[in-house]
């Protein structure tokens, strides 16, 4: 019996076959680019890999090593620089560890709307229009008109009785809280009116903030609950670690860090004035505003505590635009761009006399009064 022994098919190979394998040399490399790309892929999966590996160890080293400030952000961090931050959630790092970077990516895009990633919103312009004021029967303020220009600080000046302080508290709807006041105008924010009918009361507060002549911290609040007091009254939820941001970034803003940092506990009525006046700019500034007005925020503070408000001040110009009443002319001219004098006649409302720049007004003012007012003859 003769057993015949068949070749494999793969081996046998025709004189036509590879005459048609010379004539189509394209055909043989095609799938060489396909496995490149499988290969390339591969290199950058493990990078990807190594480099949130890496990124979960450093993490996990700051939780672990440095203070509970941000998660675990350096001391050294420019916490009060306007550049925008980013902070990873602690749900985002523990995808980072198990290697899945879909969960990663998917969060990254979240995180983009995260409090903590928030880019500053562009600095505002407020502007009153023909307002007048009213206590009952009694016109205090008689067709006032103002710009406020964004990125600057405007000073408002003149003697008692003016109207200075109230035009001020018409600017954030703190007049309307009297029970006999009254006024007519309007007050925009980058051209809406924070007065009418469909805006509330709790958004023009928040977008513009206020700090008093007089230091007003909750005295048996800690520091730090005084900080973020105001996220509370405008029902605002956050993260420990966003509250923690908040409370470092704010403070620091308001040059009170560094006092304070070991001490968050404490009660905030056992700060000096001039601290305490710098913790409620800390916790005006929490809730984000456009517009940060200041009512004679250094007439009972000492000349050091005064200096660093006013350091403070020029600060804070970059993030939110500044509107400050002020007696202390030295003052106006240290810290404002713009100024505006305030007058009020024998038995007349208030208005403004005069209104421009800071220097020129204080150099050569137009308007007799206003030399005679800046040069200490009389108020």
Known sequence: MSHETESPVAEVVSPEAETEALDAPEAQPRSKPASVIDQALGAVRGLWVRLTAALATAWRWMRTRLPRRLGGRPADSPVGSTAPTLALPVSTMAAVGSERPDVVEAELEEILAHPEARVLAPLAELKAVDITAWFGDHQVLDRVSLTMPSGVITSLIGPSGCGKSTFLRILNRMHELIP????????????????????????????????????????????????????????????????DYLVESCLTKAGLWKEVKDRLRAPGGGLSGGQQQRLCIARSLAVAPRVLLMDEPCSALDPTSTRVIEETMLELAREVTIVIVTHNMQQAQRVSTQCAFFLAGQGKPGGIVEFGDTDVMFDSPTDSRTYDYVNGRFG
């Open 180 to 243: 006999s006041a009254s006024l007519a105008g309007e007050v925009l924010l980058d051209g809406v009116d924070i007065y009418s009918a469909d805006r509330r009361l709790v958004d023009a507060r928040k977008s513009i903030g206020m700090v008093f002549q007089k230091p007003n911290p909750f005295p048996a609040m800690s520091i730090y609950d005084n900080v973020i007091a105001g996220l509370k009254l405008t029902g605002v939820s956050a993260s420990r670690d966003h509250r």
